[in-house]
């Protein structure tokens, strides 16, 4: 049995209660230390993106799970970012990244972009820069593969390239037949048009909208080659808005 977490995207009351809702489904179920994965996006959009690295990284939330923490776009870019591109760092902020910066105490309003990231450089600790950098990009559990955005089709998974595993979106979504990974697909990335899990014979995709008006963080059990459970959090404040262009 394993449980699969789409999009966090700094939601950090949502996380906690999809975090209880599979402690009391692994504990219904007998199982003491539940193994998890995370898909990625952790961060930006939402408010509390420094939190919520700070709760995965915490020796309690390790004592209580077994996790995988995959990498996800917006982290890459951010680390990217972070080795100097001030350029790329602009654009960032512009994708959910002004949150997650502020997050960390540090006021955009009224600097120009370049004290934004000098003062953003400093206040994130060398533990979470760590962190970050040694996610993986997928995880392989029995019929099931872990990864964030989804695989370019009918090419092996030691050929794929880490832009697509990140970045992919309709070759892949729009792709009907077996990727040729030799597993089902569990992804993130791409909301969902109705802000549900959707389930296909191919892939199964979990971004139900975290971060944004109308959204939730979605969670599923993973038990004999088949979805048993889904857990969702409350909703976000806001009318449901059809999903976003994904960045």
Do not use: C
């Amino acid at each position: 049995m394993i449980y699969a977490i789409g999009d966090i995207h700094g939601s950090l009351h949502m996380l906690n209660d999809v975090i209880a809702l599979i402690q009391q489904d692994a504990k219904d179920s007998g199982i003491d230390r539940p193994h998890l994965v995370i898909l990625g996006d952790f961060i930006d959009r939402g408010l509390y993106g420094k939190d919520v690295i700070d709760l995965l990284i915490s020796p309690a939330f390790n004592q209580d799970f077994n996790a995988t923490i995959l990498l996800g776009n917006h982290e890459d870019t951010l680390l990217k970012a972070l080795k100097g591109d001030e350029e790329l760092f602009s654009k960032w902020l512009h994708w959910g990244g002004a949150e997650t910066v502020e997050s960390y105490g540090v006021e955009i309003g009224g600097n120009s972009p370049r004290k934004v990231f000098n003062r953003f450089s400093l206040a994130v600790p060398k533990t979470h820069i760590d962190f970050l950098k040694k996610r993986p990009l997928t995880y392989l559990h029995e019929n099931w593969l872990f990864v964030h955005a989804g695989v370019k089709p009918s090419i092996p998974l030691a050929r794929q390239k880490r832009n697509n595993l990140l970045w992919i979106m309709k070759a892949f979504l729009e792709h009907k037949d077996d990727y040729g990974v030799g597993a089902v697909i569990v992804h993130g990335h791409s909301v969902t048009a109705k802000r549900e899990v959707e389930i296909f014979a191919n892939r199964i995709a979990i971004d139900t909208g975290a971060g944004y008006p109308g959204g939730k963080l979605s969670a599923i059990r993973l038990e004999n080659g088949a979805v048993k459970r889904i857990l969702s959090s409350r909703t976000a404040p806001g009318i449901p808005q059809p999903a976003p262009p994904q960045i």
